[in-house]
Structures are given as C-alpha cells and as structure tokens.
Nanobody, 119 residues
C-alpha cells in the first residue's frame, strides 16, 4: 500500500523557518522524482520544489533561494526546508511522488500539511 505522510507544518511568524518531511512507503522510493506542491485557499495547486531520482533540484522563482528540497533514500523521506517565510507562503503543502519513463508512469499524493505564516 502506497503512503506519503507529510509532517512538520504549523504556525510560524514571517521571516521564520519550518522543515517539512514526507515519509514514503509502499514503493521503490529511490526511483521516483519527489516534489512538494502547495495550494492556498481559492488558488490552484502550484509546484514548490522538485528533486529528481538523480538529485537534480528545481524551484519556481517565488521560492528560489528560500526553500531547499532534499531526500534521504535510506529513510524513504523527502524534506522541504523553508526559510524567510512570507505571508504568501501560507498554504496546504502536499508531497508528490512521480515515476517517469523508462519506468511505468505512476503518480502519488500525500494528504497535505498546513503551513500558516502569521504574526
């Protein structure tokens, strides 16, 4: 049974930091590209960070230089270190696992963890 379990969300003041974790099980974690997405109320889900199975990372301009994605294949876990948090970072953050060719396509989601940036 595939599971992605996010943790680490919470309430933080502007300028503060949080580290999200996503523990994976039920699939071969090291083969998957792992990503974090977020969705704010009334907005579409957006990509926050990706780390490929070869450890290449990618970020949108909105978080570049503030967020860092990393993975530990021995622990089947992906992390998102978020620094210098802003009000606009408030959202539910979702972990995503994607398997791409040459493997069969697969796509899995976690249930999300709330991040609220507020004084």
């Amino acid at each position: 049974q595939v599971q992605l379990v996010e943790s680490g969300g919470g309430l933080v003041q502007p300028g503060g930091s949080l580290r999200l974790s996503c523990a994976a099980s039920g699939f071969t974690f090291s083969r998957y590209d792992m990503s974090w997405y977020r969705q704010a109320p009334g907005k579409e889900r957006e990509l926050v960070a990706t780390i490929t199975r070869t450890d290449t990372t990618n970020y949108p301009d909105s978080v570049k230089g503030r967020f860092t994605i990393s993975r530990d294949n021995a622990k089947n876990t992906v992390y998102l270190q978020m620094n210098s948090l802003k009000f606009e970072d408030t959202a539910v953050y979702y972990c995503n696992a994607q398997l791409l060719p040459p493997f069969p396509l697969r796509n899995y989601w976690g249930q999300g963890t709330q991040v609220t940036v507020s004084p």
